[in-house]
């Protein structure tokens, strides 16, 4: 167990609804990560907060959004499904806004039929 | 073209076997670099990091690399059935506190038989 929890670990919708996935990060960590898994293209990073505010965006859809409350929790909202968001998608925290050790969670597997 | 680009493998080894894992990469301002291991079901988990050019040797993994060609390398010594994994590099321009981006390679798959 890394310490980084996520849920669902699975989860199937239907093109054009919205879900929520769910992080939270390791004890002590402020920084969470969000990152996208397809086989195609790898782990392609989307979006980074500390301590509750936005702090790096890498290739987000419109469709797509974060936040972080202040327990530290993280959810990443993904809306007007497409077949091709079918993906994992994983979420890691760090310590601070910056560094390289992050650690991740076991990611939640969406299938969008 | 992307930015960083790793065979994808699978790359099947004897055990005990020297394995070697590449990657390349077009961003020269990339100068932090690392290797994750990630097992199936699971996230990724840091392996080795390493500041610009140079070798870092932690156990039975030594890191490369070489920024003047842009590659990077993970050497695993007497290899492992446990070492069966996908190995994914990743690097960053920048790892200070104003945001923290890595960019990944797509993984390589090693496969370490008996």
């Known amino acids: 167990d890394s310490g980084v929890t996520q849920t669902p670990k699975h989860l199937i919708t239907a093109t054009g609804q919205r879900v929520t996935l769910r992080c939270s990060p390791r004890?002590?960590?402020?920084?969470v990560y969000w990152y996208q898994q397809s086989l195609d293209q790898g782990l392609q990073f989307l979006i980074q907060?500390?301590?509750?505010?936005?702090?790096a965006k890498g290739n987000i859809l419109e469709r797509f959004s974060a936040q972080q409350f202040p327990d530290l929790h993280s959810e990443l909202n993904l809306s007007s499904l497409e077949l091709g968001d079918s993906a994992l998608y994983f979420c890691?925290?760090?310590?601070?806004?910056?560094?390289?050790?992050?650690?991740f969670g076991s990611g939640t597997r969406l299938t969008v039929v | 073209q992307k930015e960083v680009e790793q065979d994808p493998g699978p790359l099947s080894v004897p055990e005990g076997a020297i394995v070697s894992l590449n990657c390349t990469y077009s961003?020269?301002?990339?100068?932090?670099f690392m290797w994750y291991r990630q097992y199936s079901r699971k996230g990724p988990e840091l392996l080795m990091y390493?500041?610009?050019?140079g070798n870092k040797e932690d156990g039975r993994f030594t890191a490369q690399v070489d920024k003047s060609s842009k590659y990077i390398s993970l050497f695993i010594r007497d290899s492992q059935p446990s070492d069966s994994a996908t190995y994914l590099c990743?690097?960053?321009?920048?790892?200070?506190?104003?945001?923290?981006?890595?960019?990944f390679g797509t993984g390589t798959q090693l496969k370490v038989e008996l």
């Open positions: 004890s002590g960590d402020l920084s």
């Open positions: 890691a925290s760090s310590p601070q806004a910056g560094g390289y050790g992050y650690t």
């Open positions: 990743a690097m960053s321009d920048d790892v200070g506190g104003g945001g923290n981006k890595l960019t």
């Open positions: 907060y500390y301590n509750g505010e936005e702090r």
């Open positions: 961003n020269s301002a990339f100068q932090y």
């Open positions: 390493t500041y610009s050019s």
